[in-house]
């Protein structure tokens, strides 16, 4: 089944110790979202890319950066998390010229 | 700008009873609307959508939601509730003013099913 995977499912890191969180998908969408969830909270957009456009949200912190080296994989990096930056983070997938998104099950980050 | 509104943090619902879960939004152009369901440590799940037509759209689960555009509404519903859809429930907005490009989530609302 075609589908969005992020990987891990749970990732513990240190407070200040960079962290890379993995999305890939098989739907062959051209956008991608990363999104950060915190407790009990909706859903917040971080980025998106469009293709190989990168489109940051305004108030995203710098700490917080983005890769996407092809169409089925983009990372999300913490350079230095933070406790504050513990939360659910979701990857999303959209094809263009549609307005669905499909999310992926999610990395939990617990910062130590 | 666009928002949207979930006024109740939590409903509880006996098992078997029927459900409603409120959405309101905010937005200046045609609003393409969205339910999403999200279980405990999960992704959200894509219940249904509206973007246009009939004004009462069907969705996976035995979910439905109908679009009151003189309302800014957008409510979910279920005749009958079972223990698996104790959840959290997302509505979302998005459309042509965000190039589709960003969906506007409301805060939620947490479903807990009694026996």
């Known amino acids: 089944d075609a589908m969005v995977i992020q990987n891990p499912r749970y990732q513990v890191t240190q407070f200040g110790k960079p962290v890379t969180l993995s999305c890939s998908q098989t739907l062959n969408h051209n956008v991608m979202y990363w999104y950060q969830q915190k407790s009990s909270q909706a859903p917040k957009l971080l980025f998106h890319?469009?293709?190989?456009?990168?489109?940051n949200e305004a108030d995203t912190p710098d700490n917080f950066q983005s890769r996407r080296p092809n169409t089925s994989f983009c990372f999300l990096d913490i350079r230095s998390p933070g406790l504050g930056d513990a939360a659910m983070y979701l990857c999303?997938?959209?094809?263009?010229?549609?307005?669905?998104?499909?999310f992926g099950p999610g990395t939990r980050l617990l910062v130590l | 700008a666009q928002s949207v509104t979930q006024p109740d943090i939590h409903i509880t619902v006996s098992e078997g009873a029927s459900l409603e879960l409120r959405c309101n939004y905010s937005y200046g152009a045609t609003p393409y609307l969205f339910w999403y369901v999200q279980s405990p440590g999960q992704g959200l799940q894509l219940l249904l959508k509206y973007f246009s037509g009939d004004t009462l759209v069907q969705g996976i689960k035995g979910f439905e939601a109908e679009f009151k555009r003189s309302q800014s509404s957008f409510n979910l519903r279920k005749p009958s509730v079972h223990w698996s859809d104790a959840a959290e429930y997302f509505c979302a907005v998005g459309g042509r003013n965000t190039g589709f490009q960003k969906l506007v989530f409301g805060t939620g609302t947490r479903l807990l099913v009694s026996p």
């Open positions: 890319y469009y293709d190989k456009d990168f489109n």
């Open positions: 999303a997938t959209r094809r263009d010229g549609t307005e669905t998104q499909y």
